[in-house]
């Protein structure tokens, strides 16, 4: 079971950024396709962003030239750069770990780290 930490997140103004961090530990980092998901408050969780082992990125159309995802093989880490926040993007953002075999980088299952809030005023 991978065990993952998010930190970073935190209130900002609608426009701003913040980074994202997650750092991964118990499994073999370079094996995994690393996600990031949000909650909005009263929303299902949805997918925002994924990375595969050899850094390629797929993201939900709403965040598509504002947020980037990247990791760290050295740190066994992954990051997500949020730009241009606007208040739809506040919610919970969970990082997710899942075995590379999973082709579907969406799908709501693996391991799941405890969350971080993203609140963004207008």
């Known amino acids: 079971q991978v065990h993952l930490v998010e930190s970073g997140g935190g209130l900002v103004q609608s426009g701003g950024s913040l980074r994202l961090s997650c750092y991964a530990s118990?499994?073999?980092?370079?094996?995994?396709?690393m996600g990031w998901f949000r909650q909005a408050p009263g929303k299902e969780r949805e997918w925002v962003a994924a990375?595969?082992?050899?850094?390629?990125?797929t993201y939900t159309d709403s965040v598509k030239g504002r947020f980037t995802i990247s990791r760290d093989h050295a740190k066994n880490a992954v990051y997500l750069q949020l730009s241009s926040l606007k208040s739809e993007d506040t919610g919970v953002y969970y990082c997710?770990?899942?075995?590379?075999?999973?082709?579907?980088?969406?799908?709501?299952?693996?391991?799941w780290g405890q969350g971080t809030q993203v609140t963004v005023s207008s």
């Open positions: 997710n770990a899942k075995s590379y075999a999973y082709r579907d980088y969406a799908a709501d299952f693996g391991s």
């Open positions: 990375i595969t082992p050899g850094s390629s990125t």
């Open positions: 118990g499994g073999i980092f370079s094996t995994l396709v």
